[in-house]
């Protein structure tokens, strides 16, 4: 009987075949400080009233209990996971991060049965047969795996479901209780340049061959002001090309850099296994990435705006610079309450963490999206930064959760005219503004911040009580209510 391990990263798409023989039909619940497991029909957990009705040792230990266990199962198999939507599968589907967490937060435990050709397809068709009905539970994600049984960790399921709640619970009573940032169209709309797109090369010291950069730019613009857009772990700069048309339209030169060591054309290389996965040399890399292409642009001043790992290149690049001490107190500790899935990320820097610090002066402001932090950086750093620094956080981000990642930061980062800004209903990628759209809901909450930043010009460097460089209204979105948080 095959046996596999549900939480290795580059395995899942091994694991779920395009046509599996069967589907999973036992599930096999670890009770603590029994010395037994309790099995049930996946049909039964459908309508679990009737099972525990029944006279099998589960509904009596339900009975025993008063009802706590049957209490328990429903909030784990009935409440809805983190991916939430069809629409967001369809953003998110191919990542392996996205691979990790749902295998992290479903499966908890072991799959019995599952086929040892593996195909290769990866997570689109489970995910989209478990969310017909418009939301991912444990129960319809379990139903669509292919396998013959599972065997699920009661307490773990509960507890990690409860993490992830608790980790969204300040960034969601922070949108509940402040009204929305207006819109504004002439922020929230384009801009009257006509834009033209073209890809450049960038020769570089540190990379062994030429990096290829995106250039949007408006028509008819010299030198132009600019800002630089670093995408995240296994994306593309194809992510953000609505952020930086929108941008462009407004009369800014936006270059989008491709990280080669960690973008997705690295990421199906690993899963072919024609590769290893990004080294934590690439820690120090991707800021000198994006000098390189300041320096090939001859630019003076410079606004950098980064989302995830690419949010991260951004404050290295603004003067916050990492280090070791948090990942060897805390990355061993997996029932560390505050740890989240972007931790995976952070822990894997610790070989370079302490060499990785790299500012670069010509960056007067950065723009941060959903950023890895809380181990990475110490907070103390924050105060030597050079560049004034705009997180964003999603309510619902369940990649890079905003408590602990941003919302622990607020008191030290607002002391430095730094700001946090939270998207209602925003999670790690619906906050994006890919290629051919509108440029996402940040869009106009980008425009500001830059707008403003090259307006101040030194000025917008942080000081002790500096004010804040973003209006209190107009750059709210339509789609996603944004919130500042005080």
């Not at 009770?31 to 049909?43: E, K, M, N």
Request: proline share 9%; hydrophobic share 40%; aromatic share 4%.
């Amino acid at each position: 009987m095959v046996r596999r391990r549900l939480a290795s990263l580059v395995c899942l798409p091994v694991l779920l075949g395009a046509k599996p023989a069967r589907a999973i039909e036992d599930v096999i619940l670890q009770v603590p400080l029994l010395d037994f497991d309790f099995t049930v029909r996946l049909s039964e957990l459908e309508n679990p009233e009737t099972l525990w009705q029944g006279s099998s040792d589960l509904a009596e230990l339900n009975r025993a209990s008063r009802g706590v266990v049957g209490r328990h199962l429903r909030e784990i198999f009935d409440k809805p996971l983190p991916v939430q939507t069809r629409q967001v599968v369809s953003q998110a589907v191919g990542t392996p991060l996205l691979e990790q967490v749902i295998l992290a937060v479903s499966a908890l435990g072991h799959v019995q049965g599952l086929p040892p050709d593996p195909t290769g397809q990866d997570l689109n068709v489970v995910l989209n047969a478990a969310s017909r009905t418009g939301e991912l539970t444990l129960y319809t994600v379990l139903r669509a795996i292919p396998g013959q049984s599972v065997t699920v960790d009661l307490p773990r399921a509960l507890m990690d479901l409860q993490r992830i709640a608790a980790q969204q619970r300040l960034a969601t009573a922070l949108v509940d209780s402040r009204p929305p940032v207006s819109v504004s169209p002439s922020l929230s709309s384009p801009g009257p340049r006509p834009v033209r797109r073209r890809v450049m090369e960038v020769p570089t010291r540190h990379r062994p061959l030429p990096l290829e950069v995106v250039m949007l730019e408006p028509e008819g613009e010299g030198e132009g002001r600019l800002v630089v857009i670093s995408h995240g772990l296994w994306d593309s700069p194809e992510s953000f090309e609505g952020w930086a048309a929108h941008l462009a339209s407004h009369g800014f030169r936006v270059a989008l850099p491709l990280h080669p060591g960690s973008d997705a054309v690295q990421q199906r290389a690993m899963l072919s296994g024609e590769t290893s996965p990004p080294a934590p040399e690439e820690l120090r890399l991707r800021p000198l990435d994006v000098s390189a292409v300041i320096d090939a642009l001859k630019a003076r001043s410079v606004v950098v705006i980064g989302h995830s790992w690419g949010a991260t290149t951004a404050l290295q690049l603004a003067g916050t610079a990492p280090s070791s001490r948090r990942l060897i107190e805390r990355c061993g500790d997996r029932t560390d309450p505050e740890r989240n899935l972007s931790w995976v990320l952070q822990c894997s820097f610790l070989g370079s963490a302490d060499r990785a610090g790299l500012a670069d002066q010509r960056v007067l402001a950065v723009a941060a999206v959903s950023t890895p932090l809380r181990l990475l950086f110490d907070y103390g750093s924050l105060q030597t930064m050079h560049a004034r620094a705009l997180l964003v956080s999603g309510s619902r981000d369940w990649v890079v959760t905003p408590d602990p990642e941003a919302m622990q930061v607020q008191t030290v980062a607002s002391a430095q005219g730094h700001q946090l800004v939270v998207a209602k209903g925003g999670d790690h990628f619906n906050l994006r503004g890919p290629a051919g759209g509108n440029g996402g809901p940040l869009r106009a909450l980008l425009l500001a911040w830059v707008q403003t930043a090259f307006a101040a010009g030194d000025r917008s460097r942080p000081s002790l009580q500096a004010p804040p460089l973003l209006a209190p209204q107009g750059w709210g979105s339509s789609e996603l209510p944004l919130v500042a948080a005080p």
